[in-house]
């Protein structure tokens, strides 16, 4: 039987789990860098995400990590509704955005629109949500890993 502890505790966000293409960008994050995998080939140089081994467009199996400046615009954005996981209910209402990054605009990474780095996904309130509203890349550790989060640039 469990105890009253654990019976109350929320269970844990979900974290990434890296993939052989993939764990690059989670050790760049965790340096605090935001990097996006690019063909090595010299006729090619596509920037590509999600990572995977062979570029799409030139097939390619040449790949490098490039640093991004962060900065991005909101592309698309979600407020969950119930029925949510535990760990997410308990934050509800919070946002799920789409980011297109502003030095690669056809690269989208998806995360959470947050006052600070370590703020709880609920600290923006769903009505500031805006498409095309200007952030800027943060990074806070959830379970042990390094994921990044976005700020507006202009709160």
């Not at 947050?114 to 600290?123: E, F, G, Q, R």
């Given at each position: 039987m469990?105890?009253?502890?654990?019976?109350?505790?929320?269970?844990?966000?979900?974290?990434?789990?890296?993939?052989?293409?993939?764990?690059?960008?989670?050790?760049?994050?965790?340096?605090?860098?935001?990097?996006?995998?690019?063909?090595?080939?010299?006729?090619?140089?596509?920037?590509?995400?999600?990572?995977?081994p062979?570029?799409?467009?030139?097939?390619?199996?040449?790949?490098?990590?490039?640093?991004?400046?962060?900065?991005?615009?909101?592309?698309?954005?979600v407020?969950?509704?119930?029925?949510?996981?535990?760990?997410?209910?308990?934050?509800a209402?919070?946002?799920?955005?789409?980011?297109?990054?502003?030095?690669?605009?056809?690269?989208?990474?998806?995360?959470?629109?947050?006052?600070?780095?370590?703020?709880?996904?609920?600290?923006?309130?769903?009505?500031?949500?805006r498409?095309?509203?200007?952030?800027?890349?943060?990074?806070?550790?959830?379970?042990?890993?390094?994921?990044?989060?976005?700020?507006?640039e202009?709160?």
């Amino acid at each position: 039987m469990a105890d009253a502890t654990t019976a109350t505790t929320p269970a844990p966000l979900l974290t990434p789990t890296p993939d052989d293409d993939g764990t690059p960008f989670w050790h760049y994050a965790a340096r605090g860098e935001l990097r996006i995998q690019a063909c090595a080939a010299p006729h090619c140089a596509e920037l590509r995400f999600p990572p995977r081994p062979c570029c799409p467009h030139c097939q390619s199996f040449d790949s490098e990590w490039r640093r991004m400046s962060g900065h991005g615009r909101i592309w698309s954005y979600v407020v969950p509704h119930p029925p949510l996981l535990p760990a997410y209910a308990a934050q509800a209402p919070y946002n799920a955005i789409v980011v297109e990054l502003a030095d690669a605009p056809h690269i989208r990474l998806v995360g959470n629109l947050v006052t600070a780095p370590d703020a709880p996904l609920n600290s923006v309130d769903p009505a500031r949500l805006r498409i095309g509203a200007k952030v800027q890349v943060v990074f806070a550790e959830v379970a042990g890993m390094t994921v990044p989060r976005w700020v507006l640039e202009r709160p």
